[in-house]
């Protein structure tokens, strides 16, 4: 282990100042007691490494990309690995030189290094002769056929599937002590394969779930921090200061705090806090700080208010629970056991969107997807459904956009549940989506940690009417950032917050 990292830290420098200065690399602690782990904790019964696989998820500007390539020249060279097969992986070229680029580079300026292991540098790819061992930068998804004895994955959360994660993982079954190192930043893709992993390395680390050939790493702020607080930009940054240069890192913090179009770039950059979107309009860090183990047989016989988001018949389509209950004089919400559905087609039949179908695919092996057989929706499914919960509870009001369910809203208006129309625009949806916000970040609403919900909470943006930025209706980034769940949350507790007020009839024309 110590000759490994000493090996890596005789390697220089490819890019700027230090570069320049033909420094050679030099770890902080932070990156020592890292690679320690993963190359110096062996097994007993046998000495191999005890990690095969580590995730660092460590913010940009702190040296990923150059720990990455001495890395995998580490592992390209190791003698003990006969025939070995390093690979950068990414969903791009230019991704994937990222990594290769400067590995490739630091054996041109060490001419030693090259003689001893008698490595041939090529234009897209190393090989020491000996042996056939490669290093070659490797794209979007292989195939199968390779070998590796190490796969660097390189900013993990660009990628939309775990094609090429799985590919190295299972073509590594030959080699005996072989390593997928996963280096990234946070993203706003919290439905893809990087955030999963990122919360299996979670439960790892606390003891959820086993995990002995995992090593995590997650440099970040805590939810209790206040991300304008320049002392938290040193806790997510190991390479405060070194890499990382203060003035710098803090004016960017500064043009945050005053640019809200710039929050959220700063957020996941530079502190490696995840955000659904972009232009995240609900904090969703204080939406998981609203989960709590909720069942929904406490509620039994208590009146409630559903939120129907219909979408379209080929698409995501969402039911949302809320009840009320007063504490202290303050309303307080809680959503319990949403439902979605989407047709087979959809998922299994989508060459439109296969990055859609992945993610709904992914739900579905979780048991948080309905899967409604044939192309289309059939909406006496979500009917029978909402007759269940009048049943169990007491179906106060039910929330329904007009698309397409003319038939649906008759149906419920015969069973009682008062359906009331709410066009999905600034009128319908403002004091709604405004009111979700408030209950989040106050603390009273309480939701029962449902994935798919969670996600598509993540996925909201808002779109301000012009000239007045106090009202809102919820929008989307781009058309697979599904919202449904979110819009039918936002349609039960504008129900419920004017539970008191006389609502109007599906037949009168003047309509929520």
Not at 99 to 117: C, D, Y
Not at 183 to 212: F, Q, S, W
Not at 348 to 360: G, Q, T
């Amino acid at each position: 282990m110590q000759k490994r990292i000493e090996f890596m830290q005789l390697l220089p420098h490819t890019k700027g100042e230090w570069a320049y200065q033909r420094k050679l690399i030099t770890f902080e602690p932070w990156q020592i007691f890292g690679l320690a782990c993963i190359f110096g904790w062996k097994r007993k019964k046998d000495k191999l490494r005890r990690f095969t696989e580590a995730y660092w998820e460590i913010p940009r500007k702190n040296g990923k990309s150059i720990l990455a390539a001495a890395v995998g020249l580490s592992m390209f060279t190791d003698p003990s690995e006969f025939g070995a097969e390093v690979y950068s992986g990414a969903t791009t070229e230019k991704q994937a030189w990222e990594v290769f680029k400067p590995a490739r580079l630091m054996v041109l300026k060490t001419p030693q290094l090259a003689s001893a292991f008698d490595i041939d540098v090529r234009a897209k790819k190393m090989i020491i002769t000996d042996d056939e061992s490669v290093f070659e930068p490797i794209i979007g998804n292989p195939g199968d056929g390779q070998s590796p004895s190490c796969a660097l994955i390189d900013e993990y959360h660009e990628h939309d599937t775990s094609d090429l994660y799985e590919t190295m993982r299972t073509g590594m079954l030959a080699r005996k002590q072989p390593l997928i190192f996963i280096i990234t930043t946070a993203g706003d893709n919290i439905a893809g394969p990087c955030y999963e992993k990122r919360g299996e390395v979670i439960d790892v680390l606390n003891g959820i779930i086993p995990g002995d050939r995992t090593f995590g790493y997650i440099w970040t702020i805590d939810e209790k921090d206040e991300w304008t607080d320049p002392e938290v930009v040193k806790k997510a940054n190991p390479n405060f200061g070194v890499s990382v240069y203060e003035h710098i890192i803090l004016q960017d913090q500064k043009d945050a705090v005053n640019t809200p179009r710039a929050q959220s770039a700063f957020k996941t950059k530079n502190l490696n806090v995840w955000v659904g979107s972009r232009t995240a309009y609900f904090n969703l860090e204080k939406w998981k700080a609203c989960e709590e183990a909720i069942d929904e047989s406490d509620f039994e016989g208590q009146e409630c208010h559903l939120g129907c988001d219909l979408a379209a018949k080929t698409d995501l389509n969402a039911k949302v629970k809320v009840f009320t209950r007063m504490i202290e004089g303050v309303r307080h919400y809680y959503v319990v056991s949403p439902t979605f559905w989407v047709p087979h087609d959809t998922i299994y039949y989508n060459e439109d969107n296969k990055r859609l179908a992945e993610i709904y695919k992914s739900f579905k092996s979780t048991g948080e997807i309905d899967v409604v057989q044939g192309a289309e929706m059939d909406y006496r499914t979500i009917l029978s459904e909402c007759k269940s919960d009048n049943k169990k509870f007491v179906v106060n009001s039910c929330g329904i956009d007009p698309h397409g369910a003319t038939c649906l809203l008759h149906e419920l208006d015969e069973e009682g549940m008062d359906p009331v129309i709410i066009q999905q625009n600034f009128t319908g949806m403002s004091d709604g989506m405004k009111e979700v916000d408030a209950a989040i970040k106050g603390g009273r609403l309480h939701q029962d940690g449902n994935p798919l919900l969670t996600w598509c909470i993540s996925n909201v943006t808002g779109k301000y009417m012009t000239g007045n930025d106090d009202i809102v209706r919820p929008t989307k980034e781009t058309p697979d950032k599904k919202i449904d769940g979110a819009v039918a949350l936002i349609m039960a507790i504008g129900l419920a917050m004017t539970a008191e007020a006389p609502r109007q009839s599906i037949y009168n024309k003047t309509q929520l």
